[in-house]
Nanobody
Framework: QVQLEESGGGLVQPGGSLRLSCVVSGGIFSSYTMGWFRQAPGKEREFVGAISQSGLTTSYAGFVKERFSISRDNEKNTVYLQMINLRPEDSATYCC????????????????WGQGTQVTVSS
């Protein structure tokens, strides 16, 4: 059974930074494309970014605008989301997701999901 567990969320001031982590267990991490999604209260879940199995290919949503960066450590079965210059509109629950053997950016393409970690950007 594949399990994903996010961590690293919290309260941060506008302009601040956070690094989210997602640890995957129960599967072959290096075979998964990993994605990050977010959902704010009252809004649809939206794609943030994705990283390929090797880490060589990434894709980001337009609103990221070079503020976010995804990386992975296949030795540690972990994917990261580094966020800088955070804005109040970035406040949301951030979830990681995984899919095997496919580079995906659509929510419906992902097979495995974590529970999420809350990010709040406020002064």
């Amino acid at each position: 059974q594949v399990q994903l567990e996010e961590s690293g969320g919290g309260l941060v001031q506008p302009g601040g930074s956070l690094r989210l982590s997602c640890v995957v267990s129960g599967g072959i991490f290096s075979s998964y494309t990993m994605g990050w999604f977010r959902q704010a209260p009252g809004k649809e879940r939206e794609f943030v970014g994705a990283i390929s199995q090797s880490g060589l290919t990434t894709s980001y949503a337009g609103f990221v605008k070079e503020r976010f960066s995804i990386s992975r450590d296949n030795e540690k079965n972990t994917v990261y989301l580094q966020m800088i210059n955070l804005r109040p509109e970035d406040s949301a629950t951030y979830c990681c997701a995984g899919v095997r053997d496919l580079f995906a950016i659509e929510e419906h393409e992902y097979s495995y999901w974590g529970q999420g970690t809350q990010v709040t950007v406020s002064s």
